[in-house]
């Protein structure tokens, strides 16, 4: 099984800035499955990227994804107030999919 | 429109079954992979299992924590898919959610979820 560790477990940032988080995995993926999701309380995890990089349908482009191998990362170039949630990195690429165990964006 | 609405969760006894669906609509269900994660209370997102499309066998993979208890199905003429849960234990409490998976689209579209509280 392939394992995916998020870092830092909390963010806490203020609107406008700029927040970067990190999604390890412990082998390589293969042709970058690799997706982040973002959840609110109460509600479904809703897809932000796919493919590592590529925006899902309807997202803003303050969010962008990047990596490749083991070490992916979810940039969001100017936290707007509704981008406060809990984040989710998720590989699909071998037969086990797994997620990591989340990165929460805090309000600081 | 795309959607996806998950049903069937209930409060259950341990040791007992229960089936939950995944009715779609508004897209080729035939086409995807569908797949089921869970949310324990409190929790963060795990994947419990998934069923290819026909075109890729049909065929299913589960989570550690599934194999040999839950069972993923569908029936493509009725745009629906199954999770049979036999032997339940507390530790399944959670809230179940559904959602497809195709190549050029990722695993785009989630349902809400439906609750399902395993408690003597």
């Known amino acids: 099984e392939i394992v995916l560790t998020q870092s830092p477990g909390t963010l806490s940032l203020s609107p406008g800035e700029r927040a970067t988080l990190s999604c390890r995995a412990s082998?390589?993926?293969?042709?970058?499955?690799l997706a982040w999701y973002q959840q609110k309380p109460g509600q479904a995890p809703r897809l932000l990227i796919y493919?590592?990089?590529s925006r899902a349908t309807g997202i803003p482009d303050r969010f962008s994804g990047s990596g490749s191998g083991t070490d992916f990362t979810l940039t969001i170039s100017r936290l707007e107030p509704e981008d406060f949630a809990v984040y989710y990195c998720?590989?699909?690429?071998?037969?086990?999919?797994?997620f990591g165990q989340g990165t929460k964006v805090e309000i600081k | 429109e795309v959607q996806l609405v998950e049903s069937g969760g209930d409060l259950v006894q341990p040791g007992r079954s229960l089936r939950l669906s995944c009715t779609a609509s508004g897209f080729t269900f035939g086409d995807y992979t569908m797949s089921w994660v869970r949310q324990a209370p409190g929790k963060g997102l795990e994947w419990v299992g998934f069923?290819?499309?026909?075109?890729?066998?049909?065929?299913?993979e589960y989570a550690a924590s599934a194999k040999g208890r839950f069972t993923v199905s569908r029936d493509d003429s009725k745009s629906i898919a199954y999770l049979q849960m036999n032997s339940l234990k507390t530790e399944d409490t959670a809230v179940y959610y559904c959602?497809?998976?195709?190549?050029?689209?990722?695993?785009?579209?989630w349902g809400q979820g439906t609750l399902v509280t395993v408690s003597a």
């Open positions: 069923i290819r499309s026909k075109v890729y066998g049909g065929t299913t």
């Open positions: 082998q390589s993926l293969s042709s970058s499955y």
């Open positions: 493919g590592a990089s």
């Open positions: 998720q590989q699909y690429g071998s037969s086990a999919w797994t």
């Open positions: 959602h497809r998976y195709h190549f050029w689209t990722g695993p785009d579209h």
